[in-house]
């Protein structure tokens, strides 16, 4: 009898090993995951979200060993989840800005937007057209890779440098908006000829009615570039995301 207590008294103490580990794993996870791209979406309900986050802080937990700490370390693990979310979040925001950038080169800025977040309508097309891109691509094992991965650069327990979260935070911005506006760029440049064929039109024939003749002609020619050049810069943004999920300590260029 009292080996078995003995027995049962060392599982009890593994048992609560394991589950201060996963809380303390859970911390870091679960402030990416509420940033996570397709699975943090605001849409998504806020039960399956934490779901989710239990999902992948069973997939880390076997892999990654964290010490004891204090409230200091939790704080640390919060922050660094939460700097990671953030770069994957700024992922989105790519899709979300060059969509708006569009919408406003072709006007079609105010055309069933709304649904969901507060955007035009191109800037859903290319957000959920990025996910489900992402997703096919396995997204989900590419996650569980870079929470691993984090441990290695920001070990649990420890809190991050803000000069080097700040460093790093300020180049993912810039490489976002970068990106932003390289995928809206054939649609700023074709909004820059129509500008300037419009006003030389206008010159020659004053009389002429340009917003009625011409307006329409945007439109379509938007769309139509939008057709063309969608499939491109979707490949341009999923191959930037991949870069960055394979290395994303990195301070972009």
Known sequence: MTEL????????????????????IFIRVGA???????????????????????????????AVHVPDMGMGGYAGELASGLALGFGLRLFVMVLQTGGAIIA??????????????????????????????AMAADLHLRLAELIILSYRILPAGGIPDPSVIAEWGVGQVAHAFRLAFGIAAPFVAGSLVYNVAIG????????LMMSMVFAPALTLGGLILLAIVAPISLGVWIAAFNVWLGNPFTVLP
């Open 5 to 24: 207590f003995a027995a049962l008294t060392q599982m009890t103490g593994e048992a609560t090993d394991l589950w201060r580990q996963a809380f303390i």
């Open 200 to 207: 030389v039109i206008n010159r020659a024939m004053p009389q």
């Open 32 to 62: 990416m995951a509420a940033l996570m791209p397709g699975f943090g979406e605001q849409t998504i309900p806020a039960r399956v979200r934490l779901i989710i986050a239990l999902a992948f802080t069973m997939v880390v937990a076997p």
């Open 104 to 133: 406003q080169a072709t006007s079609l800025s105010q055309i069933l937007g709304g649904a969901g977040e507060a955007q035009p309508a191109i800037g859903h097309l290319l957000t959920y057209a990025g996910l489900a891109l």
